[in-house]
């Protein structure tokens, strides 16, 4: 997509782009979706709520069901869930 746009802004200026160039416009865009991509690369950016080990799954389900369950009058307050 953003090559798509960086050839149509070209082709509306009349201007060439180069296929060398494309090349490497294109290779840092995918350069980029691949490091940022790992699953660790988010999580050090709280972008998620971290990475399981797949051992560990049911352990975490598990203490996420009880930790969910662990309000008996079902009072959550003023507060929606938020992150910290």
Known sequence: VLSTVRQDNHDARGEDW????????????????????????SSARLWDDGVIDPVDTRRVLAEGLAIACDNPDGDEGPFGIFRM
Do not use: M
């Open 18 to 41: 180069d296929a060398d160039e494309k090349k490497a416009f294109e290779d840092e865009i995918r350069a980029t979706y691949d490091h940022q991509g790992h699953p660790l690369y």
